[in-house]
């Protein structure tokens, strides 16, 4: 299955290349593979020692390859040469130049809080809450918290899928104060599309850390980072209950495919259209993090 996204920049539908592509058909689409997957690809061991792996130095030598294969564009990065990662993992947590993400700082806008695919959706449903199409999840699910999931009845979800060619540090999409980040333990299925058709729920299944964020200008928000297949770690770098900024990292993401998902309360944000008509038409909107995703309502 081949996976297409709208370039937002562009407009043009471009297809994605995905790293591992035929392991992931295998794994999510063969009767051997859907039993290795089961038995040990979804389980914290594997993708534990698949990052200590990305972690030792031996792993600076597929740097190269990866850059090549996926086109990253290393002119964006802080250290543009790959010769100066120490690991993989050094390199896939690279910082970029600030003039890279350029940050909309109007007050009434709501940015992406990182690189990657978006789905959008308004009015959402707590108990049928979609994953992709045909297949939904219930926000106590996904929450573990009753009294939360009632909050966001009717309101918004923003999806950003950051696929393993993305810049994977994740920031915060207002100015305002977070709270402590709720680990919620699971399972660590991928998160690619061709992941996301099979496996039912997969969201509420997986490893999981759940952010309150009372932001400045768009309410009570909750911002969560879902862990996926080989991601070594979800790390959290900022203080809780101390004021953040629109822009200023919140943390980031070692190696994997990995989503960043928003919660908004209902009457507190306009998503902007193009993202509703792409998410309708069942295609994801490649954002860069700092760029407007909706308005204030």
Known sequence: MDIYYIDRKTGQRMKEIVAGDKFLKWIYDTKPGNTLLEIFVKRKIFSFLYGKLQDTSFSRKKIKGFVQKLSIDMSEAERECIEDYKTFNDFFARNLKKEARPIDLEKKHLISPADGRVLAYENIHKDKVI?????????????????????????????????????????????????????????????????????????????????????????????????????????????????????????????????????????EINIDKDLLYNTQKGIETKVNMGECLGKKL
């Open 131 to 267: 994953q992709v199409k045909g297949s939904l999840y219930t926000l106590e699910e996904f929450f573990c918290d009753r009294n939360l999931a009632k909050e966001y009845d009717q309101g918004a979800c923003i999806v950003i899928r950051l696929c393993p060619a993305d810049y994977h540090r994740f920031h915060f999409p207002d100015s305002g104060i977070p709270y402590a980040s709720k680990n919620i333990k699971g399972q660590y299925y991928s998160v690619n599309p061709i992941a996301l058709k099979k496996i039912m729920g997969l969201y509420c299944q997986n490893k999981r850390e759940i952010t309150v964020f009372y932001s400045d200008n768009f309410g009570k928000m909750i911002l969560a980072e879902v862990g996926a297949t080989c991601v070594g770690s979800i790390i959290q770098t900022y203080k809780e209950k101390k004021q953040v900024y629109k822009g200023e990292e919140k943390g980031y993401f070692k190696f994997g495919g990995s989503t960043v998902i928003m919660f908004l309360k209902k009457g």
